[in-house]
């Protein structure tokens, strides 16, 4: 979001305004961030690699999501309405001049601190995987994260991406073959 | 590419990502996905997915910058819809003010049309002078007040757009 120059007056107006105008009450909307920015912003940082960025466009899918005139029928329909906002920022981002993007791969996949053992080959298979999702297009990263690691079903990625539930089954069959083959590929040149 | 489907593929991804496989799941399921290639690329993919899922929700706390609160995005989100709204409210304005300047414009234009014929006997002041002038300077005056003579409207609608066009700009701009 752009900074905004209003006077005191004038943001005591917009809290009220926006308690008539939003879609939902500010209670509701502490509910519904508390269940949902963490994995909001978990899956806009591993679709951009950037953790700054997963910041701005968290607040932005936010902010889209106040100022949206649908109406939902749960909670759950409009965290997939959330996501597809965040999924539709992302590509925004992605058709910007590459000057303006940063690398897929982020400082913040750095490893976590040992405490059980194992760090090393957990940083690595992540790295690998980093590597991989790098390698698959957009829309196949999307779908992968949403049905793997979120656990969302085919009928709610279809809702999140746009896309028909029909189709969904075949495509992230295909996603899912491809990321095995660049992560056993990763295996093998790192075998070397 | 053949298209592969294996009817247990989503029970095996609901035990990976509920986390109860391979140990907590059903024996049957194990020794299916060791002899299923689709079930063991959801097992390798799922894990490893889940793995970094897990990581990354783990690694918001250990940020130097925390997640914003809701309260702070919805004071943002109120902030800027007011902002916005206020933007459009102002937009017909600005073309208002654009739309006035090339009013202005066009009858400063107008008027130096109609007020040139009481204009040019000022001009018979000018040859006064330009008689008095060296042959040189003569020459160069002359050319000069000629030229003067025939384009002056022109070079005076020229000047006032230059004037104006700035002004316009700052008023139709300045919001954005």
């Keep these: 979001m752009n900074a905004v120059a209003l006077t005191d007056r004038e943001r005591l107006l917009a809290l009220e305004e926006a308690e008539r105008t939003f879609p939902m009450t500010e209670d509701e909307f502490r509910a519904f961030?508390?269940?949902?920015?963490?994995?909001?912003?978990?899956?806009?940082?591993?679709?951009?690699?950037?953790?700054?960025?997963?910041?701005?466009?968290?607040?932005?899918?936010?902010?889209?999501l106040l100022r949206t005139t649908a109406t939902f029928e749960s909670d759950d329909h409009r965290r997939n309405y959330l996501y597809r906002i965040a999924t539709n920022l992302v590509h925004d981002h992605r058709r910007r001049p590459r000057a303006d993007r940063e690398p897929l791969l982020d400082a913040e996949r750095e490893p976590a601190p040992d405490v059980a053992g194992g760090t090393e080959g957990r940083a690595a298979r992540r790295i690998d995987l980093a590597r991989a999702m790098a390698r698959m297009k957009p829309r196949e990263r999307s779908m992968l994260w949403l049905a793997y690691a979120h656990g969302c079903s085919h009928e709610e990625i279809a809702q999140m991406l746009g896309l028909k539930t029909s189709s969904l089954k075949a495509l992230l069959h295909r996603a899912?073959?491809?990321?095995?083959?660049?992560?056993?590929?990763?295996?093998?040149?790192?075998?070397? | 590419m053949t298209r592969r489907i294996c009817e247990h593929e989503?029970?095996?991804?609901?035990?990976?990502?509920?986390?109860?496989?391979?140990?907590?799941?059903?024996?049957?399921?194990?020794?299916?996905?060791?002899?299923?290639?689709v079930c063991r690329e959801v097992v390798e993919v799922a894990a490893l997915l889940r793995e970094d899922y897990d990581e990354a929700r783990a690694a918001i706390s250990r940020r130097d910058v925390p997640l914003p609160s809701a309260g702070q995005i919805w004071w943002r989100a109120a902030v800027h819809a007011r902002a916005d709204a206020a933007r459009a409210a102002a937009r017909p304005l600005v073309w208002g003010y654009g739309a006035a300047a090339a009013c202005a414009v066009g009858v400063l234009a107008a008027t130096v049309g109609v007020m040139w014929p009481s204009v040019l006997p000022l001009f018979d002041g000018l040859a006064a002078i330009r008689s008095r002038l060296t042959p040189v300077a003569f020459t160069t005056a002359d050319m000069v007040m000629a030229t003067l003579r025939a384009e002056l409207p022109i070079v005076i609608g020229v000047a006032a757009c230059l004037v104006a066009a700035p002004v316009?700009?700052?008023?139709?701009?300045?919001?954005?």
């Design chain 1, 33 to 64: 961030y508390e269940l949902t920015a963490r994995p909001v912003w978990v899956y806009i940082n591993r679709m951009t690699g950037d953790g700054r960025l997963a910041d701005d466009l968290l607040q932005e899918a936010y902010y889209r």
């Design chain 1, 176 to 192: 899912r073959q491809r990321l095995a083959g660049f992560l056993s590929q990763n295996a093998e040149g790192g075998a070397r």
């Design chain 2, 10 to 37: 989503m029970a095996v991804t609901e035990a990976v990502l509920g986390r109860r496989w391979p140990a907590a799941c059903d024996q049957t399921l194990r020794e299916h996905a060791e002899s299923c290639e």
């Design chain 2, 168 to 176: 316009a700009l700052y008023f139709a701009l300045r919001e954005e």
